[in-house]
């Protein structure tokens, strides 16, 4: 018989100045595994690297296959560890990091949420290397279930039973920015990556897990939890491997219109590869494009590892399209030999009757819009701005001429900057001006930009919106119940009573002459 070489281990107990019991759960496990490891215990968290009770240093990582660093309270970063471990990455290291503010306090996240905004010292190798984000600071759920396909496949874990340290108040939620590079492995009950595996076309791999291992419940859960992701750290690359990418595989067009997708095809195998590509399913007329559009696609990729070529798909929409059709043509690729397949799948849709223009901020309301619309048979497509996962720029006036209506919400966006400002005022103004229909809903746009003229001395709410002035924060929504005006288009609307999450923000409107009140508070003051 042969024996397998051992990785060489090191056990990082990134809190053990605050708290080690954590690391008890890593320390039990390895040893019911068989493996042998190090242990290195960071007692200090204002030391410098490689420093007396301070974080390893680079020449110490690299002398391990994997690191296994476990923050039960803070992150790698909080205790000056996280350069280190970009260093001991770049030279492709394997790293399992985890902790239920472990990425929070590394990355920042992109919502306000407290306490991990206020405790994060960002990192760029979060990004850079773990491509990843935080999404939010708590998960909300107990459950975590691994991914199919992934190392963790078929297990599920629960937080914070019996047999565990049940320490997990806030797990992160975490998403992959780099598909190429990464994918989620774990999943929470209540949806949101739960961890992170990077092993694609990098120098290292690394897993990321926004819940501690002392935070599962069962001992037996937690051996192979922690046996699957070594194992998964140190696998093997594979021979073949296809990744495929569309810039926008979901594009909106006017009937007789083409839509053009800029497909990316990378080989992730370590072995070159000669790849067949081909339109595999489409109702629409659907062709493949050398790169530039300039000419029809014949042919096959020749491309080594990880090397990427580029080529476009172009979907003509039907003159008698209906408003809201959709097909969705898949383009498979394939390896000469046939043993990989991957398909990539491009959804074209010719302008439904609305837009919704999601601009909300801090907290999600746009499924409020998308489920009315939805119970009423009216197809609807989505823009999304805000909620800081959105896009940088508005929709082009271009976008918004193909749609009668535009459903358009702020949430509660306060900001002075936010998702409405002066630019995105002026774009309303000239859909108006054209012949728009806008529905407009927002509880603080009004207090933020209210007084800021979008063009020379003309105010939007004013000119387009009906409104000649408001008493800020003086609706009272909250107090009653609110009504449909008599003779506007709400008229017959009763009994409908509004809960919000704090306190009551609504503006009382005072309408120009040529304006109508529509919704009414129980004083039937106009909303």
Do not use: K
Not at 315 to 335: C, F, I, K, L, N
């Amino acid at each position: 018989y042969r024996l397998q070489p051992a990785p060489r281990i090191l056990l990082v107990d990134g809190d053990a100045w605050a708290y080690s019991a954590a690391a008890d759960s890593y320390r039990e496990s390895l040893a019911r595994l068989g493996y042998v490891f190090h242990e290195h215990a960071v007692t200090d968290d204002g030391a410098n690297p490689g420093r007396p009770g301070g974080p390893p240093g680079a020449e110490t990582l690299a002398a391990y296959d994997v690191v296994i660093w476990s923050s039960a309270l803070s992150g790698p970063a909080f205790v000056r560890g996280a350069t280190p471990l970009s260093a001991y990455l770049a030279a492709g290291g394997r790293l399992l990091v985890a902790g239920q503010d472990a990425m929070c306090v590394d990355a920042g996240i992109d919502v306000n949420d407290a306490p991990c905004a206020r405790n994060a010292r960002p990192h760029p190798y979060v990004r850079s290397q773990l491509y990843l984000r935080v999404r939010a600071d708590n998960a909300f759920s107990q459950v975590v279930r691994g991914a199919a396909g992934g190392p963790l496949a078929g297990i599920t874990m629960t937080l914070n039973g019996p047999d565990s340290l049940a320490n997990q108040t806030a797990p992160d939620v975490l998403e992959v920015t780099d598909a190429l590079h990464a994918r989620p492995i774990a999943a929470y009950g209540s949806g949101g990556d739960a961890a992170i595996l990077v092993d694609r076309c990098t120098p290292h791999r690394a897993i990321a897990r926004g819940f501690g291992l002392e935070g599962v419940d069962a001992a037996d859960v937690r051996d192979r939890v922690l046996g699957r992701l070594i194992d998964a750290l140190q696998a093997e690359e594979p021979a073949q491997g296809v990744f495929l990418r569309a810039a926008e595989p979901d594009l909106v067009r006017s009937p007789g219109f083409t839509a053009d997708y800029t497909m990316t095809v990378t080989s992730t195998g370590s072995e070159p590869e000669r790849l067949a590509v081909a339109v595999a399913d489409a109702g629409w007329p659907t062709e493949l494009r050398a790169p530039g559009f300039t000419a029809p696609y014949t042919g096959t990729l020749a491309l080594q590892r990880c090397q990427s070529a580029s080529l476009g798909v172009r979907v003509s929409v039907p003159r008698d399209a209906e408003r809201g059709q959709r097909d969705v043509a898949r383009v498979e690729v394939r390896t000469e030999d046939g043993g990989v397949r991957e398909s990539l799948s491009l959804a074209t849709r010719a302008p439904a009757p609305v837009l919704v223009v999601d601009g909300d901020f801090v907290a999600d309301s746009e499924a409020r819009y998308q489920e009315a619309l939805a119970a009423l048979g009216i197809p609807y497509d989505t823009f999304t701005l805000g909620l800081g996962t959105g896009r940088d720029n508005l929709p082009g006036a271009g976008l918004l001429a193909q749609y009668p209506a535009l459903v358009w919400f702020t949430g509660y966006d306060f900001r002075p900057n936010g998702t409405l400002d002066i630019a995105g005022q002026q774009l309303l103004a000239d859909y108006l001006d054209a012949g728009g229909r806008l529905l407009f809903a927002s509880e603080d746009y009004l207090r933020s930009r209210g007084a800021v003229p979008y063009a020379g001395e003309r105010l939007f709410h004013r000119d387009f919106l009906g409104v000649d002035r408001y008493d800020d924060d003086a609706g009272r929504a909250q107090e009653g119940p609110i009504h449909g005006a008599d003779a506007s288009v709400f008229d017959g609307i009763d009994g409908c009573r509004l809960a919000y999450p704090g306190r009551d923000y609504s503006d009382r409107l005072h309408p120009r002459p040529e304006a109508a009140p529509a919704v009414l508070n129980r004083f039937d003051q106009p909303l």
